[in-house]
T-cell receptor, first 113, second 115 residues
């Protein structure tokens, strides 16, 4: 069974501080990992996918297969980063259920001025 | 491209009534997914449809819930005889196809409240 765990429901930091949102996963094969962001009652937007190895809005995430983690990091948080962040896993990348994602419970990030 | 469109955005139903949620995928997308977000929980996969076919409904409750994606028109998630526990946000997503590195795009969600 595949599972995604985001241990922190709430995370508060001050503007300019580093931020790390934790994500651990459980999957027996080779998963594809994503981070989605949801601003207040808006649609989920794809922030990052591990295969792209890119940086979006200053955020990066590295897949650590040894620790089965995909933590999201940003060195200097901004107030506009305040949102709900979801880590998600696709266990059938390239297969017939690509859009079938398993989501973590989400972390609400609040960046204080 | 208008993106994935969901309506209604907010729906209030009394217990026992039916709820119909609509999803129009992005232009050119023929694959639709429905997810449910219960209060205080993450999103849970419900069903994956292609035009006129249900591909994976492993996340659908066995009773009262059904989904369709007809040849013409939007995908519809139908909940019969709603109960308070059905109150949730229902998100639709679409993709152009299942294979390769396609990204799925989410709609803004439909918030169902059962009173």
């Amino acid at each position: 069974a595949q599972r995604v765990t985001q241990p922190e429901k709430l995370l508060s930091v001050f503007k300019g501080a580093p931020v790390e949102l934790k994500c651990n996963y459980s999957y027996s094969g080779s998963p594809e990992l994503f981070w989605y962001v949801q601003y207040s009652r808006q649609r989920l937007q794809l922030l990052l996918r591990h295969i792209s190895r890119e940086s979006i809005k200053g955020f990066t995430a590295d897949l650590n297969k040894g620790e089965t983690s995909f933590h999201l990091k940003k060195p200097f948080a901004q107030e506009e980063d305040s949102a709900m962040y979801y880590c998600a896993l696709s266990g059938n990348a390239g297969g017939t259920s690509y859009g079938k994602l398993t989501f973590g419970q989400g972390t609400i990030l609040t960046v204080h001025p | 491209n208008a993106g994935v469109m969901q309506n209604p955005r907010h729906l209030v139903r009394r217990r026992g009534q039916e709820a119909r949620l609509r999803c129009s995928p992005m232009k050119g997308h023929s694959h639709v997914y429905w997810y449910r977000q219960l209060p205080e929980e993450g999103l849970k996969f419900m069903v994956y449809l292609q035009k006129e076919n249900i591909i994976d409904e492993s996340g659908m409750p066995k009773e009262r819930f059904s989904a369709e994606f007809p040849k013409e028109g939007p995908s519809i998630l139908r909940i019969q005889q709603v109960v308070r526990g059905d109150s949730a946000a229902y998100f639709c997503a679409s993709s152009p196809g299942p294979r390769g590195r396609n990204t799925i795009y989410f709609g803004e969600g439909s918030w169902l409240t059962v009173v």
